[in-house]
């Protein structure tokens, strides 16, 4: 299996802040890599997908790149709604493996 | 559009089998391109993807689960089904059922059901 892990863990910010989050995969997966905003409750919800690509009806502010073993999603101008954990998932082989989360809160 | 909604029961004893049934509205499973998915994730953690079904009825289950784990498909109701043997509480999770589309990712989750194993 495909291991994926993310940095930080945890990450205290404000509104209007520039928020990074590193998603690193064991092994190299092209750009099949997905990122997901999920909040309390609810199902997870694709924000990126093929890296790069910003799924449909996401903000722009969300932003992804990376290719090979190494990803960020970059969220330029956080907004009150955005604070949630975001997960990482290698869509390269199966079994699809999801990197631990990434909690964004209020600093 | 495409929505996915879960069902079955929210207490399962220990050595029990669980079943969930996914029941697709807004899209036909039976059009094609498309993998139905099943995807856990225990209390406080993260994901975990338990495996998929092709409208076809050909499989793919993680590994680490394989031998507990059955999905199978009835497209006359479009629904998709999970059932994992010889539970324990380490089964306890919150169940989704999803659509993983051509990009290796998915598009469209149900809203989750909570599945707890306990005497």
């Known amino acids: 299996d495909i291991q994926m892990t993310q940095s930080p863990s945890s990450v205290s910010a404000s509104v209007g802040d520039r928020v990074t989050i590193t998603c690193r995969a064991s092994q190299g997966i092209s750009s099949w890599l997905a990122w997901y905003q999920q909040k309390p409750g609810k199902a997870p919800k694709l924000l990126i997908y093929?890296?790069?690509s910003l799924q449909s009806g996401v903000p722009s502010r969300f932003s992804g790149s990376g290719s090979g073993t190494d990803f960020t999603l970059t969220i330029s101008s956080l907004q009150p709604e955005d604070f949630a954990t975001y997960y990482c998932q290698q869509a390269n082989s199966f079994p699809r493996t999801f990197g631990p989360g990434t909690k964004v809160d209020i600093k | 559009q495409v929505q996915l909604q879960e069902s079955g029961p929210g207490l399962v004893k220990p050595s029990q089998t669980l079943s969930l049934t996914c029941t697709v509205s807004g899209g036909s499973i039976s059009s094609g391109g498309y993998y139905w998915s099943w995807i856990r994730q225990h209390p406080g953690k993260g994901l975990e993807w338990i495996g998929y079904?092709?409208?076809?009825?050909?499989?793919y289950y993680n590994p680490s689960l394989k031998s507990r784990v059955t999905i199978s498909v009835d497209t006359s109701k479009n629904q998709f089904s999970l059932k994992l043997s010889s539970v324990t509480a380490a089964d306890t999770a919150v169940y989704y059922c999803?659509?993983?589309?051509?990009?290796?990712?998915?598009?469209?989750w149900g809203q989750g059901t909570t599945v707890t194993v306990s005497s």
């Open positions: 999803a659509r993983d589309w051509p990009f290796g990712c998915v598009d469209v």
């Open positions: 093929a890296a790069s």
């Open positions: 079904i092709y409208y076809s009825g050909s499989t």
